[in-house]
């Protein structure tokens, strides 16, 4: 019996290239780092169900005959991401949350006009707990002429010079997340055929129902940030409540609230004057990719794009979700902290 199927098929590949048509200037040269990416993802997915088994396999002495070492997931992550792109003649220099200085391409191969930044395992700390965790990456231009070895001034640069990012997500099936500045599409991994497949086209942030933060830490959060929670909850004049929902895996709490619709937030506390995450390598394309999908993300002070990052790992408060949402943090923060 023949096949039949009203739904169009769209594998991340040909979506990636249907996106650079957009732009007739296009060399193809972003289509391929973005379609890396999603190589990388597929590698890194297999892995991440796989973990726990390491352990099983690495006592039975089976990895040490094939050659392989039982390997951090997330040094896993990095390496692979760095192998599938120091030699493409794409990038003039790399970033990972995993490595303290940027990433020289090795000198044997050229230098492309491109950078690539990436959080290789967002959340690995709840790897253990089989719990969602994640891929994030961006690309910018390179700042510094064309040519020779890109430079950390060519990393630093602010959120709003973000060409293209995305997430990859790894939870009970792995999504590929991604944007040019063109709206937001997700692909979910078809484990039986090995693609990623287009499943959520131009996603736009829904009504607000969720906020996630860690209220562990309220008391030592700040007097504004401390009243905005509560109005979350429905207390300090809102007439509305949200739900709670914290999984303490950034990229899977954001995603939730991407689709759920809601405000994720990591404030400045007492121990973390600056926050916990970066941002350049969580807050700033975390931030890309909601706003491409209608929301806003701020410092609590500041848009998160407008921010000129000067270090690395620079680290940030962070207030991503519904506009409506983020702009009262802003408010709450702006009348009780001063
Ligand atoms: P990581 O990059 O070391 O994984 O840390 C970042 C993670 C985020 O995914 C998550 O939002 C946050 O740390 C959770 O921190 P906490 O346990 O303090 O709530
Ligand atoms: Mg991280």
Partial sequence: MPLRTNKR???????????????????????????????????????????????????????????????LLDEYAHRIIFQLNDHTGRLCVMGSEEEKEIIPIPSKYTCGKYVLLF????????????????????????????????????????GSDIVAAGYIVYGSSTMMVYSTGNGVHGFTLDPSIGEFLLSHPNIRLPEARFYSANQGYQSRWSDGVQRYTRWLRGEEGNTQSLSLRYIGSMIADIHRNLLGGGVFYYPADTKSPNGKLRMLFEAQPMSFIIEQAGGYASTGRQPIRDIQPTQLHQRTPLYVGNRELVEKAEEFIAKYDG
Avoid: C, W
């Fill in 9 to 71: 098929i769209v594998t991340i590949e040909r979506h990636i290239l249907d996106e650079q048509a957009a732009f007739p200037d296009a060399t193809g040269t972003l289509t391929a780092i973005l379609y890396d990416m999603a190589v990388a993802a597929k590698l890194i997915s297999s892995h991440t169900t796989r973990a726990g088994l390491a352990d099983i396999i690495g006592a039975t002495g089976e990895v040490n005959v094939q050659g392989e070492e039982v390997q």
């Fill in 119 to 158: 959080d290789p395992l967002d959340g690995s700390s709840n790897i253990d707990f089989n719990v969602s965790v994640g891929t994030i990456f961006s690309i910018f231009r390179r700042k510094t002429e064309f040519d020779g070895p890109g430079t950390l001034e060519d990393v630093l640069q602010k």
